[in-house]
């Protein structure tokens, strides 16, 4: 059987809309779902007028900051993936500690007596 190329643009797993799958479909769930309770439970125990607004905009903008979190851009990374990487390299990297000797010299302006 010939295996087909299939071009870098074209992405072979389910997505919900272009660099937004199943996998960070998950992630946004969960973290939107602890948002949500939170901001259920805040609407029961609160007294503040403005409650059911700020819950409603908390969860929104809970959606809103995980999908853009998320979301693979072109180079098929996401800035979570990105810090990721990064953080990795950076326990990846070796640490040489150099030892430094410091010498102070003091110098006394010489006075000329005559």
Not at 94 to 103: A, P
Request: aromatic share 14%; hydrophobic share 40%; net charge positive.
């Amino acid at each position: 059987m010939k295996k087909l190329p299939v071009p870098e643009n074209i992405s072979l797993r389910w997505e919900l809309f272009r660099g937004f799958g199943m996998p960070e479909l998950i992630r946004t769930t969960i973290i939107t779902g602890i948002v949500l309770a939170g901001s259920i439970l805040f609407c029961l125990f609160s007294t503040w007028p403005g409650k059911p607004m700020a819950a409603t905009l908390a969860v929104i903008l809970t959606i809103f900051i995980c999908v853009n979190f998320y979301i693979k851009m072109d180079n098929n990374q996401s800035i979570y993936t990105f810090l990721k990487r990064g953080q990795r390299y950076h326990k990846e990297q070796q640490t040489f500690w150099y030892k430094r000797e410091e010498r102070i010299q003091y110098v006394s302006s010489e006075s000329k007596t005559r």
